[in-house]
Nanobody
């Protein structure tokens, strides 16, 4: 059983930066893919960025390419999402999730999958 806890959300002005953290605890072999997702009010969930547990592959949504970077610190069992050049349309609740058996693109693009989810953290981009 995995537990994922997000932190780092907040209010930031357009053009600003935030770094989200996802602390993972539990049995490491339960997953080999981890990713960040977001959902704004009235909109469907969007896969923002997903990566493999061995760092061999990553996926980014077109809407965040060149602005967001996913990374991990294995010593801290933490996955990060560095978000730069933030825009008002990036406003959403951001959640991390872990799963296995999918490619990183599948994890970020399919509608539903079986996995473990965090509770989410709010990111608001506004002046």
């Amino acid at each position: 059983q995995l537990e994922l806890v997000e932190s780092g959300g907040g209010l930031v002005q357009p053009g600003g930066s935030l770094r989200l953290s996802c602390a993972v605890s539990g049995f490491a072999l339960d997953y080999d893919r981890i990713g960040w997702f977001r959902q704004a009010p009235g909109q469907e969930r969007e896969g923002v960025s997903c990566m493999s547990s061995d760092d061999s592959s990553t996926y980014y949504a077109d809407s965040v390419k060149g602005r967001f970077t996913i990374s991990r610190d294995n010593a801290k069992n933490t996955v990060y999402l560095q978000m730069n050049s933030l825009k008002p349309e990036d406003t959403a609740v951001y959640s991390c999730a872990a799963t296995s058996g999918l490619t990183v693109q599948e994890m970020c693009t399919i509608r539903t999958f079986f996995g473990s989810w965090g509770q989410g953290t709010q990111v608001t981009v506004s002046s």
